[in-house]
Structures are given as structure tokens and as C-alpha cells.
């Protein structure tokens, strides 16, 4: 059953100079996104990896269906890489520039709408490339886990839009979202220890990195909301939350990028 101990209210938001100081740090974000995302396509090699699709198809000699396995095509990774990156910069600097007001409009309701949309794209496809690396190529199960991973990410988004109408916290949304979010990780496990069955099949240690950083830092992002809705120390404050995300998401996104590069993209 969800809790519903804690109430809603947080600390006024009353100046505009600390929108003001949000406006600008989402400009800083922003460049700093765009210029990672312009390294990875220019620095970065033509790696790529395989995407396959398993379906049924008839076999006359057996007179059966058999599964018929395909790779239709592979994936270069440098612009994906780039392109979760680039996501976050466009949506910082709409933020900073004509989307400011509706920002300003929905930080004042504690929630803001600009943020889950993009982290539903760009942190989906980061779990996509993550999911990869372990040997994840069915084009079926990387559409299946970038929804799932969409979906945690909505249910953030009903935390707050939900919790603007209660009068203490609903952890609904907050406890689906985790369990969500827990799925892809559970299955990026079993591919991990699926593949380390034998040794020239076992994952490269870099990845090791990835999923152990990426891990921590997806986590975090929920410890920030709970720590919001506890009203935790400075967390009362919903713009002190806001800056933990847009720093988060900065993070995550580079310790991804850099990773990969350093592992795979980067030119021999």
C-alpha cells in the first residue's frame, strides 16, 4: 500500500532571481551537452553492432515452424551516443530561451513537464546502448526494454502531476515507476552473467564500468524525488531538487559518453 505520510507542501517559491539563476544554468547544461555530443560525432569511430530479429518461418524439410534468426542491419553507435546528448542540450536551451516562461510557470507547481519528456527519450536510449554492450541485439527486446524504460520515466512525471492535488504524498506513481525502472536492469543482469559463462564470450571490463556507474546514477535520480517529497534538509526547497536533476542528468549522461568512447569509440 502506498504512503501517505507526508505532505505536499513545500517551501514558497516567491523570488525570481532563483529562476533567473536556473535560467542561466540551463544555458551552461546546455553547451556543455551540445559540445560532448559534437566531440562524440567527430572524435569517435565507426563502430557498430549487430541488430537481429528472431521470428518464426516455415521449414519444409522439418515441416515445422522454426525460428529463423536475422541481422537486417547494424547499428553505428558514435550518433547514438551523440544524439541522447544532443536531446538534452535542445531541451535546455528551450528552457532557456522560449520556453523559459512555461518553465517558470511549471516550476511554481513543483513539477516540470520538460524534464520527464526528454529524460523519456534520451535516458531510454541510454538503456538501449547500455543493453547492447551486454549482447542484447534483438530488435524486438531493445523496443520492449526503451519502452519500459519510457514508462518509469512517466510515472515520474504522474509523481508530480499527481501530488500537485493531494494534500499528503501518494507514492503510487513513485513505487511503479521503481519497479519499472528495476526491470531493464534485471534483464541487462542476466544477459551480463549469461555471457560470462565462458570466457571468450564474458563481457569486456569497461562495460563493467558502465553498468555499475549507470546503475548507481539511474538510482540517484529516484533518491532525489523521494528526498523531495520527504522534504529532506534542502529538498523542501522543489528548485534545490530541480538543480540535483539537471546536475544528475549532466553526469550520467557524460559518465556514459566518455565511457563508451574510452571502450569502443575511440579511435585505435
Not at 67 to 81: G, K, M, S
Request: glycine fraction near 6%.
Amino acid at each position: 500500500m502506498a504512503d501517505h505520510t507526508t505532505t505536499t507542501a513545500h517551501i514558497p517559491i516567491r523570488t525570481g532571481h532563483a529562476f533567473t539563476k536556473l535560467r542561466r544554468f540551463n544555458a551552461a547544461m546546455g553547451f556543455l551537452h551540445l559540445a560532448q555530443g559534437m566531440l562524440m560525432l567527430w572524435l569517435s569511430t565507426a563502430f557498430t553492432l549487430p541488430v537481429t530479429t528472431l521470428y518464426l518461418r516455415f521449414d519444409p524439410e522439418a515441416n515445422r515452424l522454426v525460428q529463423d534468426l536475422q541481422q537486417p542491419f547494424n547499428l553505428r553507435i558514435a550518433p547514438l551516443v551523440a544524439m541522447f546528448l544532443l536531446i538534452s542540450a535542445a531541451a535546455h536551451f528551450s528552457l532557456a530561451t522560449f520556453g523559459y516562461r512555461w518553465y517558470v510557470s511549471n516550476l511554481k507547481n513543483h513539477i516540470n513537464k520538460a524534464r520527464w519528456l526528454e529524460y523519456a527519450f534520451s535516458s531510454s536510449l541510454m538503456i538501449v546502448l547500455i543493453a547492447m554492450l551486454v549482447g542484447m541485439y534483438d530488435l524486438s527486446s531493445l523496443i520492449l526494454i526503451f519502452s519500459l524504460n519510457a514508462c518509469m520515466i512517466m510515472f515520474g512525471y504522474m509523481m508530480e502531476l499527481h501530488n500537485q492535488n493531494t494534500v499528503r504524498t501518494d507514492w503510487t506513481a513513485f513505487v511503479f515507476g521503481c519497479f519499472a525502472g528495476a526491470v531493464p536492469w534485471a534483464v541487462i543482469a542476466l544477459y551480463t552473467l549469461g555471457a560470462n559463462q565462458a570466457p571468450e564470450t564474458s563481457v569486456p571490463g569497461f562495460v563493467y564500468g558502465i553498468l555499475i556507474s549507470l546503475f548507481v546514477f539511474f538510482n540517484i535520480f529516484a533518491v532525489n524525488m523521494w528526498l523531495q517529497y520527504k522534504k529532506a534538509g534542502p529538498w523542501r526547497n522543489y528548485l534545490y531538487g530541480e538543480r540535483m536533476y539537471i546536475v544528475l542528468s549532466l553526469v550520467a549522461k557524460s559518465a556514459l559518453a566518455w565511457q563508451m568512447f574510452f571502450g569502443t569509440l575511440r579511435p585505435v
